[in-house]
């Protein structure tokens, strides 16, 4: 995995924004003004904040038409993870390859997102909007091995030996994708919360003991059943690990699944 995860973290580095912001937020001197103004230097980005801000993701009654007023409305660390959700779009087209339809895989990681923000607002986990930018990352490492090893990417993808995606990974290439993106994330300085349950996610200690590693993990599963229904129409969303964690019942699965799939088209193409 080491191999990935330096290839990764040595060809893309995170902009100097998000190390900037970050360090903003962190420092209890700083206020809202010192935010938008941090932000508002960068006119494209400051573009690309506030179409995020106006979408489907956030469902604010007013327009917001200023980086300000996006602070004040959705607070210091919403807008740090929309920072990150355009990042993430970047760093998506910088590993493209032929391997993979780049625009179908962002669909897919929109979509787990998007279904593991449904499931953290239904569970009032404090910070919600952060699941939007583990599910988007959870899978950035398969774009990396791709592009890195396409030889080893393609007999994995033509495997047909029975087993759910993340147990091929782990006989393949020795890790599954989530502990890969998560190991990437941290070593791009991403805060704790955002990547640890991207790292653990499918781990079965984890599972059972920690309630963001197995919200994510329920929205990769619902992911997983959704895109790949041939294969895994029958899967388990909630694994007997996790039931003790998520109270989630039949009904707020399928709320979720109509949520991301209704949403999806529109996030995605508002990041992409």
Not at 178 to 201: D, H, N, Q, T
Request: net charge negative; charged share 25%; aromatic share 10%.
């Amino acid at each position: 995995m080491n191999q990935y995860i330096e290839y990764a973290t040595n060809s893309f580095t995170l902009p100097d924004i998000c190390l900037r912001l970050r360090n903003v937020l962190d420092d209890p001197r700083s206020d809202m003004d010192d935010i938008a103004a941090l932000i508002s230097v960068d006119p494209s980005l400051t573009a690309k904040i506030l179409r995020l801000a106006n979408s489907a993701l956030f469902r604010f009654p007013s327009q917001v038409d200023s980086i300000t007023k996006a602070v004040s409305v959705i607070g210091g660390e919403a807008l740090y993870n929309l920072v990150l959700a355009e990042t993430a779009n970047i760093a998506f087209k910088h590993f493209d390859n032929e391997c993979l339809i780049l625009d179908e895989h962002w669909r897919q990681s929109v979509f787990t997102g998007m279904v593991a923000k449904y499931l953290g607002k239904d569970l009032n986990v404090r910070g919600s909007d952060r699941f939007f930018v583990m599910g988007i990352l959870q899978n950035l490492s398969e774009l990396v091995v791709a592009k890195k090893d396409p030889k080893k990417y393609q007999a994995y993808m033509q495997d047909e030996q029975p087993g759910l995606p993340w147990e091929r990974q782990q006989s393949h290439f020795g890790f599954c994708f989530s502990e890969c993106s998560g190991a990437i994330m941290e070593l791009w300085r991403l805060p704790l919360p955002l990547y640890y349950p991207v790292k653990f996610a499918h781990n079965r200690v984890k599972l059972a003991s920690d309630l963001d590693v197995s919200l994510l993990t329920c929205a990769i599963r619902l992911t997983t059943a959704c895109y790949q229904r041939d294969k895994y129409a029958d899967l388990d969303i909630i694994t007997p690990d996790m039931t003790r964690l998520l109270p989630i019942d039949e009904d707020v699965l399928q709320n979720a699944k109509l949520y991301a799939q209704k949403e999806t088209n529109k996030v995605a193409v508002s990041v992409m």
